[in-house]
């Protein structure tokens, strides 16, 4: 006679006809079976993991930096950190103060009082090292109206862009007598961005968090069972939180992060606990297990699935390791703590959660909260349906996916213009101010370091190039030279690049082009270098992941070019939206005529290790069923009616979440929530519970053809239970 837990400290016996004897399983069920028997220290653990890691999450925001978009060992790095050492730190993060008044001149007392409190107030902040006062010629408008007053970097470019949002307030405060103050730069600019971002990012989680659990209550019909997902992500991600600000302390990792961390976080805990709780009612409910019995299974069925799907994930992210960039490497290490931990729940906490609560999982049910539990009758007669008629529903979804991702071939990308930042912020109105008194390239001046002895060569050289505007006076000190040049465009136009270009090309060896438009462009040419790179080595492991838990070479190839298919309508969509500027009144942005460049390569990681979820939930049930009928049409019928449900649910879920990401907050942020939003709408409705059926289908028991040589070399891999 088995016991069944009702509880804490609830137990009822139930006949032994529905319990049966314990059935045998592979080290992943019988990990289930252990949380399931050990629910106390697995509790005790997680408990202790998570205070500990969680008393320093309430940290992360604050420790968390805000630069680091640069090419590490750069040409413009270089230059960077020669102007600190020998100018006076008077390099890209340096701060700028734009004066500026419409009715008085530098001339005016009023005026010149605000000048000098705004000198006062940079000199006693210690992360500044100089102070530069205005000067007529060089930071002094024509018209006198509008005036700059420059602060030596006395810390990194992290630690100019915490000073600027320290000083920002300050310096806005002695704004008077119709004088305004506003602190531009890059440093204001990241600043402002971050702060425009980190409030976008709060609104949005607000929102999200009622919205998902709406949609679980709706899919799982039961408040317990929908509240499990969430009880996953929080653990998640307040572990994943304080390990981010403990990782601050040893290098210094991007707020953005912390902002992907929350989002994978949310996205994969939903995604995983969905799968393993569904299987897990349908194990305890329609096949009468008991609950450490029902549990096992589960993780020997559901819970492979999540650990390939998890290690797929991580992969996909370690591959953006490859750019050189501090900020997109800590913002995929971020994401990959959340993923870890969240795995990690699911593999462990969950199930010993699952196995306590029993059948009371489906406590506070609604009225269909006990259907489709084991095998969905309406995704099964919709898996019936594509059978029967696959060539036709195919042509639909390819035609739609090759439609929607033809427009990549016209996409264009660069790093992001003063567009992403709101336009009652302190930067964008400064960086305005400084365009219209000394011309668009004022806003983006190269900074040329030289040794001294070719100065005179250098400024002949800039001063001829068609590309700029004018030089400002030579600076010399310890052997170097600065020759600081004004390009004649905008930051953000294409032909301030091919300036760059040519000034590299054609001055004396040793010379060094910098600032910040320079970085912005050093970093746009590594991750057009590494793009390639990144996309084959995703693609590469993603097929040989497939490949050991399918053990079926031509599935697999099918479930990695089907995600390639998914993100290319995706970046389709993307290039209507943002670089045509297509729904711009409605979602509230500004095209800047191109997508940020760090898109591409950080969106496909992203997207394809969400797509790999998918495929592999519905790829690992049509395995299961292969392996228990070797029958192509329960494989292809048996998957949808088991994982269509599944997917559906947490494709809603993240679709919801996504957008609304995108609803709110500066044009980046929107970018990302279109972007994935798009792609896992598509994935999931035309291809997990479309497209890929119909292949199945049309493969026939090709689909799972394996070589024998292959059996000797893969491992043995099943998704199924004795």
């Given amino acids: ?11 009822t016996q139930a006949p032994a006809e529905e319990y049966p004897h314990a059935v045998n399983v592979g080290p992943i069920g019988r990990l289930g079976r252990f949380t399931a028997t050990h629910f106390r220290a697995v509790l005790v653990g997680w408990v202790v993991l998570a205070l500990a890691l969680g008393f320093f999450a309430p940290r992360v925001e604050t420790a968390l930096s805000g630069a ?31 004066i500026y008044s419409p009715s008085r001149t530098v001339e005016d007392p009023a ?9 006062r107030t940079l000199r006693a902040d210690p992360a500044v090292k100089s102070v530069v006062a205005p000067s007529p010629g060089a930071s002094i408008s024509r018209d006198g109206h509008t005036a700059i007053v420059q602060a ?12 600027a949002e320290n000083l920002k307030g300050k310096l806005a405060a002695l704004s008077a007598s119709g004088v305004q103050v506003h602190l531009t730069g890059a440093s204001g600019m990241w600043s402002d961005f971050n702060t425009a971002n980190r409030n976008a990012m709060m609104k949005s989680e607000v929102i999200s968090w009622p919205v998902t659990l709406g949609i679980l209550l709706l899919a799982f019909g039961s408040l317990v069972a929908a509240g499990l997902p969430l009880m996953l992500t929080m653990v998640g991600l307040a572990s994943a939180a304080g390990l981010l600000y403990l990782g601050t302390l040893v290098m210094p990792i991007s707020i953005w992060a912390m902002n992907f961390a929350l989002m994978f976080a949310l996205a994969l805990g939903i995604d995983y606990a969905l799968f393993v709780v569904h299987r897990f009612r349908g194990a305890l409910f329609g096949h009468h297990l008991s609950p450490a019995d029902a549990t096992a299974v589960t993780m020997d069925t559901a819970g492979k699935a999540v650990l390939f799907s998890g290690i797929t994930v991580l992969i996909s992210l370690s591959a953006v390791m490859l750019v050189p960039s501090p900020a997109f490497r800590s913002m995929s290490l971020g994401i990959m703590f959340a993923v870890v931990f969240v795995l990690a729940a699911t593999l462990t906490l969950l199930p010993a959660v699952l196995a306590r609560i029993g059948p009371k999982v489906d406590k506070l049910a ?5 259907s489709g539990e084991h095998r969905s009758a309406r995704f099964a007669a919709w898996g019936e349906r594509l059978w029967r008629q696959p060539v036709r529903w195919g042509i639909v979804a390819a035609a739609v996916l090759i439609g929607l991702a033809l427009p990549v071939t016209q996409l264009k990308t660069a790093m992001p213009s003063i567009k992403v930042v709101p336009t009652a912020d302190a930067s964008y109105i400064g960086y305005q101010q400084v365009q219209r008194a000394f011309g668009p390239g004022a806003t983006g001046p190269l900074q040329i370091v030289t040794p001294a002895a070719t100065a005179a060569t250098v400024a002949r050289t800039a001063q001829a190039d068609r590309g700029i505007a004018a030089l400002m006076p030579t600076q010399t000190a310890n052997g170097y030279a600065l020759i600081t040049a004004i390009p004649k465009q905008d930051p953000s136009n294409p032909a301030v690049g ?34 390639p790179l990144v996309i084959g080595v995703v693609l590469a492991l993603g097929f040989i992941l497939l490949l050991i838990a399918l053990q079926a070479p031509l599935l ?35 095209s800047q005529g191109f997508l940020d460049a760090w898109g591409p390569v950080f969106f496909f990681a992203m997207i394809f290790a969400i797509s790999m979820d998918y495929t592999v939930f519905l790829l690992s049930a049509a395995k299961e069923h292969w392996d228990h009928t070797h029958n192509p049409r329960e494989a292809m019928v048996g998957a949808v009616a088991h994982s269509g449900r599944v997917i559906f649910a947490a494709g809603a879920v993240m679709v919801a979440v996504f957008f609304t990401f995108a609803l709110s907050g500066p044009l980046p942020p929107k970018e990302m929530g279109i972007i994935l939003g798009v792609a896992v709408l598509l994935d999931a409705a035309l291809i997990r519970l479309l497209l890929l059926p119909v292949l199945l289908r049309l493969m026939g028991k090709w689909a799972w053809y394996l070589p024998r040589w292959a059996h000797r070399v893969l491992p043995d891999v099943t998704f199924g239970h004795a």
């Fill in 366 to 370: 609604l009225p269909w909260a006990h």
């Fill in 68 to 98: 680091g978009w640069e090419t590490t060992g750069s040409q413009s790095v270089q230059a960077r950190q020669l102007i600190n050492q020998n100018f006076h730190g008077l390099s890209s993060y340096a701060l700028m103060t734009v």
């Fill in 556 to 590: 697999a190839a099918v479930g990695v070019l089907t995600n390639l298919l998914a993100t290319g309508a995706a970046f389709g969509v993307a290039k209507w939206i943002f670089q045509d500027g297509a729904l711009h009144s409605l979602l509230g942005f500004q």
């Fill in 111 to 119: 005026f010149r009082s605000v000048v000098a409190n705004v000198e």
């Fill in 152 to 163: 030596g970097a006395a810390r990194s470019s992290n630690g100019m862009v915490k000073a």
């Fill in 498 to 531: 091919q300036t760059i270009d040519r000034l590299r090309s054609e001055l004396p060896k040793g010379a060094l082009v910098g600032g910040a438009v320079v970085e912005n462009h050093d970093l746009q040419a590594a991750l057009s270098a590494k793009t």
């Fill in 1 to 11: 006679m088995a016991v069944a837990e009702r509880g804490p400290g609830l137990t």
